[in-house]
């Protein structure tokens, strides 16, 4: 049973979905999106279960899509949380060196920022000390005044609005199955639709709806599993987010304390390697088939040691350990077994990319596409950052493909 045809169908219903499909209606103002969901709500992956934190986009080398992105939408989504009222905590953030081999690396991000337009300033320990006073780093530091935080879902349910007041359908516990592409369809537990492009933003299993579709060739999704720990202490709390210089390699930040749009304190996250897609809490939503994928690789990437995977696992395995958790803090961080670090919060997978003909891990945003459909095969962190500038740049992308806009 066919149920309508639109202009634009996207699976996904994730804050790269629902921005690209308010962008899409602002682009092509007469067209019809549909976006399907196949949870009873949008956002119950990574774009809600994120740390919140909107990061200023010093981490990336200047000719990377997420050095751009990540400045513009910094900017954007702070204006946009502001002009919809939307909770802010613009607190800033250290970055501090663990040791003298740290301030090498941040030199290196000093010089990422000037090149990307960032703003940040290196300061001294005595300069750091004076916006935390409990914070611990060695000779210098980086002060980013932009980098801020906001409540993931409540930035959700305003993009929903948003895009339902532009005339964007939506159509939850919809489970995308498979496409006829002969006729334009795709194939849902609900019936088919029509679609005159066809747009795969689904996330954890952006790779598998990609190869349906002849793409994502090279590229396969590896999970991982993202905790934070909450403080359960009012005592006290840092006054900014406080970050440890980050191992370059890897896209993963390290253990670091983060500030809620309430202020609440948490550390984290963990980068653990999950066994299956949705791998969050014991065996809820097990899929052996998945299962038997996943483990097959990350055994691949450990008997080979690609980008030195077995002393990542290794490090984040023993992160699963709250009395290590907070150890890795107490670097960044005066006394902070004083905190009361008790309570995990609610994981996160995130969906990252793996490169399986060269054994390494995507660093930086991926999409491909043609004239029929497009496929965003990596949107990881700072995804949730870029957001609105992001939709911007695929739909440009797009608006080159599609031979009737």
């Given at each position: 049973m066919e149920l309508?045809?639109?202009d634009f169908?996207i699976v996904?219903?994730g804050v790269?979905?629902?921005?690209?499909?308010i962008?899409l209606?602002?682009t092509?103002?007469k067209s019809?999106v549909l976006?399907i969901?196949?949870?009873?709500a949008l956002?119950?992956?990574a774009?809600?279960?994120n740390?919140g934190?909107l990061?200023?986009?010093?981490?990336y080398?200047?000719?990377s899509l997420k050095a751009?992105?990540t400045?513009d939408?910094?900017?954007s989504?702070?204006?946009?949380?502001?002009?919809?009222s939307?909770?802010?905590?613009?607190?800033?953030?250290?970055v501090v060196?663990?040791?003298?081999?740290?301030?090498q690396v941040?030199?290196e991000?000093?010089?990422?920022?000037?090149?990307?337009s960032?703003?940040?300033?290196?300061?001294?320990k005595?300069?750091?000390?004076?916006?935390e006073p409990r914070?611990?780093?060695t000779d210098?530091?980086?002060?980013?005044?932009?980098t801020?935080?906001?409540?993931?879902k409540k930035?959700?349910d305003s993009?929903?609005q948003?895009a339902?007041d532009?005339g964007?359908?939506?159509?939850?516990n919809?489970?995308y199955?498979s496409?006829?592409?002969?006729?334009?369809?795709v194939?849902t537990?609900r019936?088919?639709?029509?679609?005159g492009?066809?747009?795969?933003a689904?996330?954890?299993y952006a790779d598998?709806i990609?190869?349906?579709?002849g793409?994502?060739k090279?590229y396969?999704?590896?999970?991982?599993?993202g905790?934070y720990?909450y403080?359960n202490?009012?005592?006290?709390?840092?006054?900014?987010h406080i970050?440890?210089?980050?191992d370059?390699?890897?896209?993963?930040?390290?253990?670091?304390?983060?500030?809620?749009?309430?202020?609440?304190?948490?550390?984290?996250p963990t980068?653990?390697p999950?066994?299956w897609?949705?791998?969050?809490?014991g065996?809820?939503?097990?899929?052996?088939a998945?299962?038997i994928?996943?483990?097959?690789?990350e055994?691949?990437l450990w008997?080979k040691?690609?980008f030195?995977?077995?002393?990542l696992?290794?490090?984040e395995?023993r992160?699963?350990s709250?009395k290590?958790?907070v150890k890795d803090?107490?670097?960044?961080?005066?006394?902070?077994?004083?905190l009361g670090?008790e309570?995990?919060?609610?994981?996160?997978?995130?969906a990252?990319?793996v490169d399986?003909?060269?054994g390494k891990l995507?660093?930086d945003?991926?999409?491909e596409g043609?004239?029929?459909?497009?496929?965003?095969l990596?949107?990881?962190?700072?995804?949730f950052t870029?957001s609105?500038?992001?939709?911007k740049?695929?739909?440009?992308k797009i608006?080159?493909l599609?031979?009737w806009?």
């Amino acid at each position: 049973m066919e149920l309508a045809s639109y202009d634009f169908v996207i699976v996904g219903g994730g804050v790269i979905g629902l921005t690209l499909a308010i962008s899409l209606k602002k682009t092509f103002h007469k067209s019809s999106v549909l976006i399907i969901e196949k949870e009873h709500a949008l956002g119950l992956h990574a774009s809600g279960r994120n740390s919140g934190v909107l990061h200023a986009g010093f981490y990336y080398t200047s000719d990377s899509l997420k050095a751009k992105l990540t400045r513009d939408g910094n900017t954007s989504m702070r204006e946009y949380c502001k002009k919809k009222s939307i909770k802010i905590n613009e607190c800033g953030k250290l970055v501090v060196c663990k040791d003298e081999h740290d301030l090498q690396v941040l030199d290196e991000l000093e010089a990422r920022a000037k090149n990307n337009s960032v703003e940040v300033y290196k300061i001294s320990k005595k300069e750091a000390k004076k916006i935390e006073p409990r914070v611990v780093t060695t000779d210098s530091a980086i002060w980013s005044p932009t980098t801020s935080s906001v409540d993931p879902k409540k930035v959700m349910d305003s993009l929903l609005q948003d895009a339902v007041d532009l005339g964007v359908v939506v159509s939850t516990n919809t489970h995308y199955l498979s496409s006829d592409r002969t006729h334009k369809r795709v194939i849902t537990n609900r019936g088919s639709y029509g679609y005159g492009y066809f747009i795969n933003a689904a996330g954890l299993y952006a790779d598998k709806i990609a190869l349906e579709w002849g793409f994502s060739k090279q590229y396969r999704i590896l999970p991982f599993k993202g905790l934070y720990l909450y403080s359960n202490s009012s005592a006290y709390k840092p006054k900014v987010h406080i970050y440890p210089v980050p191992d370059l390699k890897y896209p993963f930040l390290g253990v670091h304390f983060t500030l809620t749009a309430d202020g609440l304190a948490k550390i984290g996250p963990t980068a653990i390697p999950a066994f299956w897609r949705e791998n969050y809490q014991g065996f809820h939503r097990f899929n052996a088939a998945e299962a038997i994928e996943v483990v097959y690789r990350e055994a691949g990437l450990w008997l080979k040691n690609k980008f030195d995977f077995r002393a990542l696992t290794f490090a984040e395995v023993r992160k699963y350990s709250k009395k290590n958790m907070v150890k890795d803090a107490s670097q960044l961080l005066s006394n902070a077994n004083e905190l009361g670090f008790e309570r995990w919060g609610s994981p996160g997978i995130r969906a990252q990319l793996v490169d399986i003909d060269k054994g390494k891990l995507e660093m930086d945003f991926v999409y491909e596409g043609d004239g029929e459909s497009f496929h965003i095969l990596n949107a990881v962190s700072p995804a949730f950052t870029c957001s609105i500038s992001f939709a911007k740049f695929l739909v440009d992308k797009i608006e080159d493909l599609v031979s009737w806009a």
